[in-house]
């Protein structure tokens, strides 16, 4: 145990070493780290220091750490400290994301038999449309002060997308009838957690900036087992081959348009998925920032082609079983790597 610990302690040095610098792969290709987080806290900000932007900023947390709907000054002020505090770099504010797993105590919603596959996110802002455009106000009056990027989050036509841009525009025309200091021609992107998305991606890559793929959902979705029951989770696969096909639509039909895509759900921050991910041609990372050191040190080591050849054979597998036993080989077993 103390040489475990030891080696480890070096690991941690290492990676550290490798935060400061740009993350590329041994070839020299420069791959985008972002990192996700959860509040616009001075310790939450400080660690997105040695990324390259925030890829998430889970905005669900001001309405959950509130015993009230958060107004469009509490917003403004935590929108603005984070765009202010990163940059130039960017910072991916996601929609409101309430619903689900995510309850708020002060907003009672229908009682409903399957909430994962009901009033949630982008659905529930379409149902509260003053609580969307408070929010989409603030976003507005922060975008100002940095580098802003919004994201839908439950995105699952080409109707949903064009109605959240809609009402973005009214917002935007509201505040300029006002005489509000704001911006508005900030990317706008989907966050794609339905599995209906990958297969109209090419419509969706034409109504928006970017896409950012929340593995967390898309996998609960596309295999049908809940993210939060533990009962079902040798039935949550996120190496099931259909995840990685599923991503390839994705990833080709934004890229065939220019349009980014990154991985934002957490296999974007699993040393065992981010060269699949890389080889399929995501080039855009957002993970927890405890993740950053490893993951930078270990694109350090892989060259593009070995990820892409990985990639070509994960696809063409047919189990996860087989998928985990493969990349085990190829990458060491995670008591390694970790
Ligand atoms: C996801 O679904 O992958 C994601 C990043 O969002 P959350 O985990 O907050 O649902
Ligand atoms: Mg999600």
Known sequence: YREKAERARQL????????????????????????????????????????????????????????HLPTEEEQFAAYKAALEALAPRPVTLRTMDIGADKQLPYLTLPHEENPALGMRALRLCFAKPDVFRTQLRAACRAAAYG???????????????????????????ELAAEGVPFRADFPVGVMVEVPALALIAPEIAGQTAF?????????????????????????????????????????????????????????????????VL????????????????????????????????????????SSQEEVLAYLEKQLGSADESA
């Open 12 to 67: 941690r040095e290492t990676e550290r070493a490798y935060l400061e610098r740009p993350t590329c792969t041994a070839d020299g290709v420069r791959i985008e780290t972002k990192v996700n987080l959860g509040s616009a806290d001075e310790r939450e900000l400080a660690a997105a220091a040695c990324s390259d932007g925030v890829g998430l900023f889970r905005s669900e947390f001001l309405y959950m750490n509130a015993d």
């Open 147 to 173: 580098n802003l990027q919004v994201m839908f989050p439950m995105v699952s036509s080409v109707s949903d997308v064009v109605r959240a841009k809609e009402l973005l525009a009214e917002v935007a025309e």
């Open 211 to 275: 896409a950012s793929i929340g593995t967390n959902d898309l996998v609960q979705y596309l295999v049908a087992a809940d993210r939060d029951n533990s009962a079902m989770s040798a039935y949550y696969q996120s190496f099931h081959p259909a995840v990685f096909r599923t991503i390839q639509l994705i990833v080709k039909a934004f890229s065939d348009q220019g349009k980014p895509v990154s991985v934002c759900g957490e296999m974007g921050g699993d040393p065992r998925s981010v060269p």
């Open 278 to 317: 890389l080889g399929l041609g995501v080039r855009t990372l957002s993970i927890s920032p405890a993740r950053l050191g490893e993951i930078k040190r270990q694109l350090a080591g892989l060259r593009m082609k070995d990820m892409e050849r990985m990639a070509r054979e994960v696809l063409a597998m």
